[in-house]
């Protein structure tokens, strides 16, 4: 059957950025069941025997406690079950030297809601007709992003500036301030930091300087904190959140060992969470409130920022050293190899400078060689302006097992090697035909 599709399910029945290849990825797996191919394209964490063995104890505390009945027999309210805001509410305030109150946080089904609830009824088309846009103030960015406009045409993204450290193979994307617009066009802003997919931490001034162009207009900053401290903690450089006035702190759970929970924190300015919540109540009424129970005892007894610093965040740095490593062993000096420098996230971002083919071209390559990465061209969504760049970088997930992601690289590097070496620079116009 098919039905017809509204605007709106037009928009939403499209695969964008990463899922679109994620259908390639899966196919070319299943064809080649029982072949030796290392997967570093996945997002999904990897299981941590320590943070599985949290969550399974925070479980049996919580159906031997009297409060069972309640968290899963009984409906919610839609800000979120109450003793997971109390301890969130207490946690920051310690940590941080906040003021929150219970009114400042609201509890989502995991933070890809606050995103699409927020784009919503900030972004797309107001009152009076003029389309207010989504801002993604740097780009590469969470492909995420890409498909949670109801309207299209509505998320924008602006071109880095590129910082770029020749001698030591490394470079680091900043916002161009140049470029950047925020303005009464605009509905909200929304990045990630750390950064999926490059790993890019923005400075706390370059984070001020973002929401203070926003104070003028009433614009709400999202800051997505999916990696960042005190859960999961993935950030590996110094990274003092940032609150207050227009700016929406947003935690996932989901890198703290919890994705099939879904639970999503929003944290800031009571009026632009009630405008969420509101959003929240017609879309699903609540987020799940077993992971919500878990996450608060989690939270409460100070396990979860534990297990975070002490074994999430060093588990995944030390993957991405064996990669940086082992790219820095196997890649020749000579060609123009730039790797993001890894300031956190679960992903490390490699710039092909010149590749002398497309990245799709190259991800074609690279699976016959035997491993899969993600083409970097899909992680540039609301970037519409061409730029080779573009074409020209490698995701390069580190949820799999050092030695997967060493062989892996070894694999890379040989075919980037290969492919320098059998095809000399070719103009843009033709890397593109
Ligand atoms: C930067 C970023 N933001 C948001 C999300 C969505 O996370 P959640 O599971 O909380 O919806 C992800 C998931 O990978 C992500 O990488």
Known sequence: MNPALSQIGQQMSQLTGVRAIMKDIIETLRLNRGQDLINLSAGNPLIVPEVEQLWRDCTHELMASP???????????????????????????????????????LVTPGSQAIYFFATNAFGGLSANGELKKVVLPLSPEYTGYGGVSLSPNTVVAYRPRLEIFEADHTFKYRPDFQQLHIDETTGCVIFS??????????????????????????????????????????????????????????????????????????????????????????????????????????????ALAEVSVNVIRPFYQRKFTVLEETLRTALPNDIPWFLHRGEGAIFAWLWLRDLPMTDWELYQHLKRAGVIVVPGSSFFPGLTEPWRHKQECLRISLTASDEEIALGMQRLAATITQVYQESPSRPYSDVLA
């Open 67 to 105: 409060e069972f009945g309640q968290v899963v027999c009984r409906y919610g309210t839609s800000q979120g079950y109450e003793p997971l805001i109390a301890a969130v509410v207490d946690d920051f305030n310690r940590r941080y030297g906040l003021n929150l109150t219970e009114r400042n946080v």
């Open 193 to 302: 930091r750390p950064c999926n997919p490059t790993g890019n931490v923005l400075t706390d001034v370059e984070v001020r300087q973002i929401a203070d162009l926003a104070v003028p207009y009433g614009v709400p900053v999202l800051i997505d904190a999916a990696y960042g401290p005190p859960y999961p903690s993935l950030n590996f450089t110094e990274l003092a959140p940032v609150f207050g006035g227009n700016i929406v702190h947003c935690l996932s759970l989901s890198k703290a060992g919890l994705p099939g929970e879904r639970v999503g924190i929003a944290i800031g300015d009571r009026e632009i969470l009630s405008v969420l919540e509101a959003f929240q109540t017609n879309a699903c009424i609540h987020a799940s409130r077993y992971g919500q129970a878990i996450a608060a005892l989690a939270i409460a007894n100070g």
